[in-house]
């Protein structure tokens, strides 16, 4: 679904923001900065599970993660308690980010509103788009990152990590998933955790 110019300009707004991301990956042998790179793989998702996404929707999934960088995980407390203060914080902080864009850009006041409650994730498990986003959001880090998690994560916790991802997910996520190509090692995390 093709949506106006002002559609196109917020996206570039938000690309830019994240195009300034000083961690980078390397995509193809090239270094490109990650969240640039991670709301382009949210927003290819998104429109995989959903190929008639909202507006709100795509608005969402480009901005989920915006400036992400500017909030590191280690300024808050390296326990459980402080990973959820850490990402309670982060998901108002997206929120706010997009809806200074968004009303900049002139979007009316009912469309930042429905982005920002997609970007807080309000009434998941109620709202379908806010399914589609939470799937996208776990079959990003299944397509992408668990190699690179499982490098840095005790296996058992790993293993529990996993499960409570797939729990999140809705059924079509999850075939989806089934259909990713795995590594050997990665095959196994995902036989022991009882996937299938």
Same mark, same amino acid.
């Given at each position: 679904?093709?949506?106006?110019?002002?559609?196109?300009?917020?996206?570039?707004?938000?690309?830019?923001?994240? $195009?300034?991301?000083?961690?980078?990956?390397?995509?193809?042998?090239?270094?490109?900065?990650?969240?640039?790179?991670?709301?382009?793989?949210?927003?290819?998702?998104?429109?995989? #599970?959903?190929?008639? @996404? +909202?507006?709100?929707?795509?608005? /969402?999934?480009?901005?989920?993660?915006?400036?992400?960088?500017?909030?590191?995980?280690?300024?808050?407390?390296?326990?459980? /308690? =402080?990973?959820?203060?850490?990402?309670?914080?982060?998901?108002?902080?997206? /929120?706010?980010? +997009?809806?200074?864009?968004?009303?900049?850009?002139?979007?009316?006041?009912?469309?930042? @509103?429905?982005?920002?409650?997609?970007?807080?994730?309000?009434? #998941?498990?109620?709202?379908?788009?806010?399914?589609?986003?939470?799937?996208?959001?776990?079959?990003?880090?299944?397509?992408?990152?668990?190699?690179?998690?499982?490098?840095?994560?005790?296996?058992?916790?790993?293993?529990?990590?996993?499960?409570?991802?797939?729990?999140?997910? +809705?059924?079509?996520?999850?075939?989806? $998933?089934? =259909?990713?190509?795995? +590594?050997?090692?990665?095959?196994?995390?995902?036989?022991?955790? =009882?996937?299938?």
């Amino acid at each position: 679904m093709k949506f106006g110019a002002q559609f196109q300009q917020v996206l570039r707004k938000f690309d830019d923001e994240n $195009a300034r991301d000083p961690n980078l990956v390397v995509i193809d042998g090239t270094a490109q900065p990650r969240e640039l790179i991670y709301a382009q793989w949210l927003a290819d998702w998104v429109l995989r #599970l959903c190929p008639e @996404a +909202s507006e709100a929707l795509q608005l /969402a999934a480009r901005s989920q993660h915006i400036c992400r960088w500017m909030i590191p995980r280690n300024s808050y407390p390296m326990t459980r /308690a =402080g990973y959820l203060r850490w990402r309670e914080e982060l998901k108002r902080f997206h /929120a706010q980010k +997009s809806t200074e864009i968004l009303r900049e850009a002139g979007y009316s006041e009912e469309t930042i @509103a429905r982005v920002r409650d997609l970007n807080l994730k309000k009434n #998941l498990g109620e709202d379908p788009e806010c399914q589609v986003l939470e799937d996208a959001l776990c079959l990003v880090t299944l397509q992408y990152q668990l190699g690179d998690l499982m490098d840095k994560t005790e296996p058992d916790k790993m293993v529990t990590i996993l499960q409570k991802t797939w729990k999140k997910m +809705s059924l079509a996520a999850r075939e989806k $998933a089934l =259909g990713l190509s795995f +590594s050997d090692r990665e095959r196994e995390l995902i036989t022991k955790a =009882g996937i299938r």
